[in-house]
T-cell receptor, first 110, second 118 residues
Framework: TQLLEQSPQFLSIQEGENLTVYCNSS?????LQWYRQEPGEGPVLLVT?????EVKKLKRLTFQFGDARKDSSLHITAAQPGDTGLYLC??????????FGTGTRLKVLA | NAGVTQTPKFRILKIGQSMTLQCTQD?????MYWYRQDPGMGLKLIYY???????DKGEVPNGYNVSRSTTEDFPLRLELAAPSQTSVYFC?????????????????FGEGSWLTVV
């Protein structure tokens, strides 16, 4: 059974600080996605990483896919209150399904 | 831009009651999913469908049933509601399956249905 474990589970930081969120598995994934979910809403896709070692940047967010395609990280530079939310990684499981990680709940204090 | 629409948004059920969560998408996606999200947790797949007439179980299917008579609609039925089914339910759709069409294969989520069983 494929599992995606995220760490940390909770993170509370001050505005302007940097942070990194991790998504780990013992299984190899062909790709991984990162979603952000704000309170009362469904998750929204941030990025898809496909190639081992790939780094993608989305403004202050940097996503990395591990060389062995078993892990991924999300780094936020100079966090802002608008970054507050639940960050989820997701990957394909079998032919048709996606599984989601356990989630990291981020709170950025002004 | 409707996307994925779920109803109802909120519902309180008594133990043993049944109900159906409705989900419809207007993007002509073949792949549809039902997830549940317990407080502060990630998403667990209940059922999924790869097209009209085809459904299959996910990680946590017990206590639920689905049907897919059209491409647009994917209702989730709860039979004999139990307190353990108190959760937020998300319907989602995607244009391609997990293993094909990797970049850009976004999963589009509805806004969620908050269900409490008392």
């Amino acid at each position: 059974t494929q599992l995606l474990e995220q760490s940390p589970q909770f993170l509370s930081i001050q505005e302007g600080e940097n942070l990194t969120v991790y998504c780990n598995s013992s299984s190899v994934f062909s790709s991984l996605q990162w979603y952000r979910q704000e309170p009362g809403e469904g998750p929204v896709l941030l990025v898809t990483v496909v190639t081992g070692g790939e780094v993608k940047k989305l403004k202050r967010l940097t996503f990395q896919f591990g060389d062995a395609r078993k892990d991924s990280s999300l780094h936020i530079t100079a966090a802002q209150p608008g970054d507050t939310g639940l960050y989820l990684c997701a990957g394909p499981s079998g032919t048709y399904k996606y599984i989601f990680g356990t989630g990291t709940r981020l709170k950025v204090l002004a | 831009n409707a996307g994925v629409t779920q109803t109802p948004k909120f519902r309180i059920l008594k133990i043993g009651q049944s109900m159906t969560l409705q989900c419809t998408q207007d993007m002509n996606h073949n792949y549809m999913y039902w997830y549940r999200q317990d407080p502060g947790m990630g998403l667990k797949l209940i059922y999924y469908s790869v097209g009209a007439g085809i459904t299959d179980k996910g990680e946590v299917p017990n206590g639920y049933n689905v049907s897919r008579s059209t491409t647009e609609d994917f209702p989730l039925r709860l039979e004999l509601a139990a307190p353990s089914q108190t959760s937020v339910y998300f319907c989602a759709s995607s244009p391609r399956s997990g293993l094909e069409g990797l970049p850009g294969n976004t999963i589009y989520f509805g806004e969620g249905s908050w269900l409490t069983v008392v």
